[in-house]
Antibody, heavy 120, light 110 residues
Framework: QVTLRESGPALVKPTQTLTLTCTFS??????????VSWIRQPPGKALEWLAL???????YYSTSLKTRLTISKDTSKNQVVLTMTNMDPVDTATYYC????????????WGQGTMVTVSS | QSALTQPASVSGSPGQSITISCTGT?????????VSWYQQHPGKAPKLMIY???KRPSGVSNRFSGSKSGNTASLTISGLQAEDEADYYC??????????FGGGTKLTVL
């Protein structure tokens, strides 16, 4: 059974750096075609794709946020980490990690999400 | 990466069919057959309903179907049921290993 679970702080202050961890099981991120993405959703708003890391450790970022994002993986721990710098109240959202397998190119399994509030 | 355009809301009665459109550009929807659709109930994580424009994952009802024409993809739900009431999002590959979501559509089953 494939599962993903997000963890991280529920509250961060403006200008701080957010670090989120996605811990997964049931698949290996070293298997060809496997990818993990981060996606966020502000309260009452739409989903927004943030970043993706693949089995070959290639990393891809949203054009609008790429200067603030870093994605990395620890294959031995089955974890993917996302950092977002210079947090602002508009970054308040539920952050999801999701698996993508190629060539299907869709997010087939999602974590439950973790709500992050940015406030002083 | 501008968000794909979806109607804010659609509605239908039980048993009817509805279609949700998802309009992109020649740089995303129009160029790739990598459009997917997600169902999201309140307070829940999204669930994959359609991938590669028209394929259904195992376990998804065949009442859900997808198609694409030019820069517009569509999700059709036939035989509407109360449990289909949810938000629906489309997503497309946008080149350079990036993705873009639609603005979401709220489906109300009357």
């Amino acid at each position: 059974q494939v599962t993903l679970r997000e963890s991280g702080p529920a509250l961060v202050k403006p200008t701080q750096t957010l670090t989120l961890t996605c811990t997964f099981s049931g698949f290996s991120l070293s298997t060809s075609g496997m990818c993990v993405s981060w996606i966020r959703q502000p309260p009452g708003k739409a989903l927004e794709w943030l970043a993706l890391i693949d089995w070959d450790d290639d990393k891809y970022y949203s054009t609008s946020l790429k200067t603030r994002l870093t994605i990395s993986k620890d294959t031995s721990k089955n974890q993917v980490v996302l950092t977002m710098t210079n947090m602002d109240p508009v970054d308040t959202a539920t952050y999801y990690c999701a698996r993508m397998s190629l060539p299907e190119g869709a997010f087939d399994i999602w974590g439950q999400g973790t709500m992050v509030t940015v406030s002083s | 990466q501008s968000a794909l355009t979806q109607p804010a809301s659609v509605s239908g009665s039980p048993g009817q069919s509805i279609t949700i459109s998802c309009t992109g550009t020649s740089s995303d929807v129009g160029s790739y057959n990598l459009v997917s659709w997600y169902q999201q109930h309140p307070g829940k994580a999204p669930k994959l309903m359609i991938y590669e424009v028209s394929k259904r994952p195992s376990g998804v009802s065949n009442r859900f179907s997808g198609s694409k024409s030019g820069n517009t993809a569509s999700l059709t739900i036939s035989g509407l049921q109360a449990e289909d009431e949810a938000d629906y999002y489309c997503c497309s590959y946008a080149g350079s290993s990036t993705g873009v979501f639609g603005g979401g559509t709220k489906l109300t089953v009357l």
